[in-house]
């Protein structure tokens, strides 16, 4: 099982992106899915959450400009960026709760997609 992210880049501020992330491989379940990002020289943080029932979680930093959506089908997870600044810039790092079959629940990573925000 591997998290494949797509749809960073460069924006101006005020701008929008938004990051895709599916999970895929064989005969496995999903849990939460999510986004944290992490700034240079600082801590990773989570972005935003979604449960699989659809219950959803935001950074305080990001109420009201993201949204946070997915596709259980499609076993994909979607950030919408609106009203972007300067200080979103970071590498953005989806991550979700996953069972292989037979297995437990475990982490996963994706391997990083890089936004920058100009001023």
């Known amino acids: 099982v591997q998290l494949v992210e797509s749809g960073g880049g460069l924006v101006r501020a005020g701008g929008s992106l938004r990051l895709s992330c599916a999970a895929s491989?064989?005969?496995?379940?999903?849990?939460?899915m999510g986004w944290y990002r992490q700034a240079p020289g600082k801590q990773r943080e989570l972005v935003a959450v979604?449960?699989?029932?659809?219950?959803?979680n935001y950074a305080d930093s990001v109420k009201g400009r993201f949204t946070i959506s997915r596709d259980n089908a499609e076993n994909t997870v979607y950030l919408q960026m609106n009203s972007l600044k300067p200080e979103d810039t970071a590498v953005y790092y989806c991550?979700?709760?996953?069972?292989?079959?037979?297995?437990?629940?475990?982490?996963?990573w994706g391997q990083g997609t890089q936004v920058t925000v100009s001023s």
């Open positions: 991550n979700a709760d996953i069972a292989p079959y037979g297995l437990g629940f475990r982490s996963y």
């Open positions: 491989g064989n005969n496995f379940r999903v849990n939460a």
């Open positions: 979604a449960s699989s029932g659809g219950s959803t």
